[in-house]
């Protein structure tokens, strides 16, 4: 076998008759495939011992030679050689062919290839191909024209006319001909001189031809071989016979294709032999062109051929196409042994860093182990008595598995996986039961919830990837989000509950004023009753003095409850005391007005202070951020379990409930619903006297309920008491919200109806009365349409992250700095007055380009070069800088991929990006692990007229990666200039907007319904909006340039998630834009060897410029594409990821027609060769490095067991045994 490892590209080609029969082991000459007695192959059959090579190892076919010690022998009795049964996987056979026949992906594709060389319609192909049809294939003198079609009838006025004086065929035959007498050289050469004064569709036309023809001249293909005289037969073992459990086989549907192929083809063979009449061969010549084209890919012309029960046959394309075809189901995913799956629950005494392994499942997975440290112990004497003694489970095994998995990190997986925090590494801990066990706060970045969500487990097995899971994957190092690089493990539901009521105050609870020297003292006193945790006490400041306190202050006593005494505890010691849930007190000591002054008295400062705020979910995070930020990695862990410890022991002691009774009820609900019945009543009226049309009636009584229910729901507000339960679970952020209690306790208002407007009769009830019957009935239509669109969003959603990832997976950090020049200015992105992404968040993570200056001092803030952390941004933004120059991914320099400088940060760790990082991956799952939560609806502009439809939510991004044009499209200016006029045409229904440049002026016709954006007089630059709606990001790099394009792009892109609350950084969008603008289509080529009209990558487009130009010749013109993320997929330089990717016929046939050489430079294409992948250590930069290990080899070796190293010493063992009974 060839080592994956050593080689570096991979090239593709079409292959030749003599290069198929060169693979062959032998020609397969009758359709039989195994006898039904014996149950051996058929001699000549498809599954010949042969040709094929043997059904049992180390033996011939009639038993003559067995045993390894023959090994490559060719019985002289059966002709088989003696090898092992694996070959059947390798070796292939051929069919030669009576006739040839055409290749159907080469002449059915679009555009037909085989067309484009001969320069034929594919209507006209087919005809000659399946034999309805005569083609000249030499005219001779005659008045006929070359590659001229005649049917029957002309042909044969035309044989009796001019006799053998020209040439004229039928078939794949005649098509071969044609092909073999194509001059390349020379069609390419006339094609680019015909291109020079060629327009419209014929200049297409040659382009596509020219595009082809040169493929073939520079791939060294000849396009005769796009018509096959023999095919190649694939090994047995890929297309096996399986005996059933009745005796009947099961095989699989290629043998039946083959087997039609070798029956037509051996009928064609005697029918040629017995000079049969012409019209009978060609019925069978045809037949057989149809019979290959059902092997290589059936249904594509004409009728599947079906099989039993009217199936369609799976042919040789329908194996690689689609979900599950040998790429995607077989190379890019692989089912793996030492794995195993179970229902997961909670465990909420694990460590963040551990996991539950239930005894059964641990011993299965980890047997191997298990075996070898039984026998190296002494507790088995061999293998086989280890096995035995797990399989009894004998009770000293249990202890050697608590040792065995000490060392050894498990991954946990749930799917889907969205995002790389969906595996991560646990260590495992020994539970009883058959659950696996899960930490709280590991829930939310698998999205796992404990209502009978299934993960898997798998066990990593060599010494690296031990390390990796150890060091990269451990649950406790994922801490941050990779799309925000906020905390990703937020406490919810009991934890902060508890932490909240922890942290409550209350006046005049038992102890209130009482001031102790240290925690201790306080803890005594609660122990014994004598305070509360709501209590709000005084405490002196030098019983903590390691903590920042404010100055003048350290021996000051300051006022606190008991409560947020207890959760200070949890810092660490040297952090602030945290008093307030604010930003600042993470920061900075606690307020001074907490403090007493000298002779204050405590109770009268209690009396006139405000009541602390309790800490709520959104406070508990941002601390994790802080100290993961100021304490890293492990303490951080700590905390998180310290945080959970508290928040379950308070929640549970705190006797929080809910009952019907905490639901409040309103007294004067009834008046107000009857109040609104009257108005609805007065709109009916109206209506009925023909006041109003029935659509203003509708939205009338739509907003008659809406009024209502908001009515209710302040009324709710108001009697909001602080100590109810439902009130504190919602102001925590632990569960529910407003809406909830409306619905609780108010009314549920109007339902959606099944057109998608509103139902005009309310649901006066709340789920505290009881629904009735009708109002039950109503509100069934919303609840099933919420189900299905979520069930929709995840399948768009999911599309929408296997196409990102697709376009984006070769990005990888290649080196340090690329050394560019050019940077992207950023300000804050707004909407009207909102604000979507302040400036503050462009900046974080981002290396500066070029020096910040301070606005008013004009003093260097930050100066170049420099990687901005938070601080640094809150400094430039409180100076009150506008925008700034960053290194972006849009204008870096690096080919494949991005450079440490122009990335910044990795926002998993808060640290600079490392060289080998798979940004583009990381990219590609930030965007997409958060589409599930965008809408798919496309909301109205709420009935204003004029402004068009805006797209929102997941259709929207889709719209924009894709490229596509946009639901109601604005206008932009083509230049730069005034707007000197606007006018309305009222025949035409348009206005027209005209604004004067420099050079020109131009005219803009826009419907009348169109927002008109600008005001004569107005200044506007090219690419700025005249109307309302969406910019078309074709027409904007058409009239601007590329930069501008992926500006647009990008803020668009934060608008739809930010618009939802959903937060992505920057540089995640940017990867994927660049992407779409990696490419550049030639206009003219100068002395260049491109072809116009050619789509280049802009890195190899400047580099054949420059030895252009270096060579003092004229260098190649190109402008600016932007392709969508399919199209850019797809247009990979790799022909494995795109093949792999969609339209797998399609980029195969093209690939191979080109001899395509694809340079294994992503990470799919290395995934599915099996090479270890070129990001993280699998970069070169660090492939030679060896890991320092002292033990010696072979030593290593003896410590890991595989399962076929165990069965190996098994049959050893049972070797041993039967020779011992035998003597």
């Known amino acids: 076998m060839i080592d994956v490892n050593k080689f570096e590209s991979m090239q593709i080609g079409l292959a030749s008759p003599n290069k198929i029969r ?523 003095p390691e903590k920042p306190w404010p100055k003048g202050y350290e021996h000051g006593i300051f006022v606190t409850t008991y409560g947020k005494l207890v959760f200070n505890q949890i810092f660490p010691k040297d952090f602030y005391y945290i008093n307030d849930p604010t930003q600042e007190n993470l920061t900075h000591p606690v307020d001074e007005r907490y403090f007493l002054q000298p002779g204050e008295d405590i109770h009268e400062k209690l009396e006139n202070m405000k009541l602390g705020q309790a800490f709520k979910k959104g406070f508990l995070s941002d601390s994790i951020a802080q100290i993961y930020k100021d304490y890293k990695v492990q303490r951080t862990s700590d905390f998180l379990d310290d945080l959970k410890e508290l928040g379950y022991t308070v929640c549970t002691t705190s006797g929080l409930t809910i009952g019907v009774e905490d639901i409040p009820t309103i007294s004067d609900k009834d008046d107000i619903v009857a109040e609104a019945r009257k108005k609805v009543d007065v709109v009916s009226k109206q209506y009925r006297r023909g006041l109003i049309t029935d659509e203003e009636r509708h939205d009338r009584v739509i907003s008659i309920w809406n009024n209502c229910k908001e009515i209710v729901q302040n009324e709710i507000a108001q009697i909001h008491a602080p100590r109810n339960p439902i009130t504190i679970m919602a102001d925590s952020g632990a569960r529910g919200n407003i809406s909830n209690f409306t619905q609780l306790a108010g009314m549920r208002g109007l339902m959606a109806a099944p057109n998608g407007g509103m139902m005009e009769i309310p649901v006066t009830s709340n789920f505290r009365e009881g629904l009735s019957v009708l109002e039950m009935f109503m509100s069934t239509h919303g609840a099933r349409k919420g189900m299905t669109d979520t069930a929709l969003k995840t399948a768009n959603s999911g599309y929408l992250t296997r196409r990102l990832v697709d376009v984006a997976q070769d990005v990888i950090i290649r080196e340090e700095d690329c050394g560019t020049d050019r940077g992207l200015t950023v300000h804050a992105i707004t909407e009207g007055d909102e604000m979507i992404e302040p400036l503050f968040d462009r900046l974080v993570g981002r290396y500066t380009s070029k020096s910040v200056y301070d606005p008013e001092t004009h003093e260097v803030i930050c100066p170049a070069d420099v990687l901005m952390d938070e601080d640094m941004a809150h400094k430039i933004v409180d100076a009150g800088v506008t925008e700034v120059t960053i290194r972006s991914v849009f204008t870096c320099n690096t080919q494949h991929g991005v450079c440490k400088k122009c990335y910044g940060m990795n926002l998993a760790t808060g640290d600079d990006v490392e060289v080998g990082e798979a940004v583009g991956t990381v990219a590609a799952q930030s965007i997409g692990e958060p589409g599930t939560q965008l809408t798919m609806r496309n909301f109205h502009n709420g009935g204003v007229a004029g402004a068009a439809d805006i797209t929102q939510g997941l259709p929207r991004v889709q719209e924009l990666f894709e490229a596509r044009n946009p639901k109601g499209r604005a206008t932009i200016s083509e230049v730069t200039g005034e707007v000197t006029s606007i006018e309305e045409d009222p025949a035409e229904h348009t206005r027209q907007i005209t604004v004067k440049g420099q050079t020109d002026t131009r005219t803009y016709d826009v419907p009348y319904t169109a927002s008109v954006a600008v005001a004569e007089g107005d200044h506007v630059v090219r690419g700025d909006k005249l109307t309302l709606g969406s910019i078309d990001p074709k027409e904007l790099i058409r009239v601007r340039d590329a930069l501008t394009t992926e500006k647009y792009i990008l803020s668009e892109i934060q608008k739809a998630y930010r618009m939802q609350g959903v937060e992505i950084a920057d540089k995640h969008v940017e990867v994927m834009a660049r992407q779409m603008l990696q490419k550049v289509r030639i206009l003219d080529p100068g002395e260049t060897d491109i072809l116009p009209g050619e789509l280049m990558d802009i890195g190899e487009f400047k580099a054949r410029n420059r030895e252009v130009i270096i060579s003092g010749g004229i260098p190649a013109t190109a402008q600016s594409v932007i392709l969508g993320i399919t199209k850019a997929a797809l247009e990979t330089n790799s022909f494995l990821s795109a093949a792999s990717f969609q339209e797998t016929t399609r980029v195969l046939t093209d690939a191979s027609i080109r001899g395509k050489n694809d340079p294994l430079l992503g990470l799919k294409e290395n995934v599915i060769i099996g090479k270890i992948i070129p990001a993280g250590t699998g970069m070169p930069v660090y492939r030679e490095m060896e890991p320092k290990v002292d033990v010696p080899e072979d030593e290593k070796k003896k410590s890991v067991y595989s399962i076929a190293d165990i069965e190996k010493k098994l049959a050893a063992a049972d070797a041993e045994k039967d020779n011992g009974s035998a003597d």
């Open 22 to 544: 060169s693979w062959s082991y032998g020609e397969v000459k009758k359709p039989e495939t195994i006898n039904y007695r014996t149950l051996k192959p058929e001699k000549d059959g498809l599954f010949d011992e042969r040709i094929f090579g043997p059904t049992k190892d180390w033996s011939c076919a009639c038993g003559k030679y067995k045993g390894i010690r023959y090994r490559g022998i060719v019985c002289d009795r059966c002709g088989v050689e003696v090898t092992s049964a694996k070959v059947r996987r390798e070796r292939m056979g051929h069919i030669e062919l009576a006739a040839p026949v055409s290749h159907i992906w080469y002449f059915k594709g679009i555009p037909s290839r085989m067309g484009l060389v001969l320069d034929i319609s594919p209507r006209a192909l087919e005809e000659v191909i399946y034999f309805a049809a005569y083609i000249v294939i030499d005219a001779g003198d005659t008045d006929l024209e070359d590659k001229q079609l005649l049917t029957e009838a002309e042909y044969r006025e035309k044989k009796a006319k001019f006799g053998d004086r020209f040439e004229a065929k039928m078939g794949a035959e005649a098509v071969k001909e044609l092909l073999e007498q194509v001059d390349i050289d020379k069609e390419v050469h006339e094609l680019k001189e015909e291109l020079k004064t060629a327009t419209g569709q014929k200049r297409t036309r040659s382009i596509r031809r020219l595009d082809i023809l040169d493929a073939f001249k520079n791939s060294g293909n000849k396009p005769s071989w796009m018509v096959m005289d023999c095919i190649p037969v694939i090994p047995p073992d890929l297309r096996p016979m399986v005996q059933l459990d009745g005796g009947r086989f099961a095989t699989s549907d290629l043998n039946d294709l083959y087997r039609r192929v070798i029956n037509r083809n051996n009928r064609l063979k005697r029918l040629l032999d017995l000079n049969a009449p012409r019209i009978i061969v060609q019925n069978e010549k045809r037949m057989l062109q149809e019979a290959v084209d059902a092997l290589i890919d059936n249904g594509r012309r004409g009728r599947p051929v079906v099989g039993p029960g009217n199936r369609p046959l799976k042919s040789l394309s329908h194996m690689l196409k689609g979900k599950q075809g040998r790429f995607r189901q077989n190379l890019l995913g692989k089912r793996v042994d030492y794995s195993g799956r179970s229902v997961i629950d909670v465990s909420p005494e694990l460590k963040f860093y551990q996991c539950g392994v239930p005894r059964p499942m641990a011993l299965e997975l980890f047997k191997p182990f298990v075996m070898h440290e039984l026998v190296k112990r002494g507790l088995a004497s061999n293998i086989k008595n280890a096995k035995r003694k797990i399989d009894r489970e004998d009770d000293d095994i249990w202890d050697i598995l608590e040792d065995v998995i000490k060392e050894r990190p498990v991954l946990l997986n749930r799917a889907p996986t969205l995002h790389r925090l969906g595996i991560q590494a646990f260590e495992p801990v020994l539970v009883p039961g058959k659950s696996i066990r899960l930490h709280p706060l590991a829930c939310e970045a698998y999205n796992a919830d404990f209502d009978g969500d299934q993960m898997a487990i798998h066990v990593p097995l060599s010494d690296e990837a031990v390390a990796e899971s150890r060091l990269l994957m451990l649950a406790a190092h994922h801490i941050l989000a990779p799309k925000d690089g906020k905390p990703i493990v937020t406490p919810s539901q009991d934890i902060v509950l508890g932490n909240y009521w922890l942290t409550q105050a209350e006046r005049g609870r038992e102890g209130e004023g009482m001031i102790f020297d240290s925690p201790a003292e306080a803890a005594i006193a609660y122990a014994n009753g004598d305070i509360h945790y709501h209590t709000r006490i005084g405490l002196a400041a030098d019983s903590m």
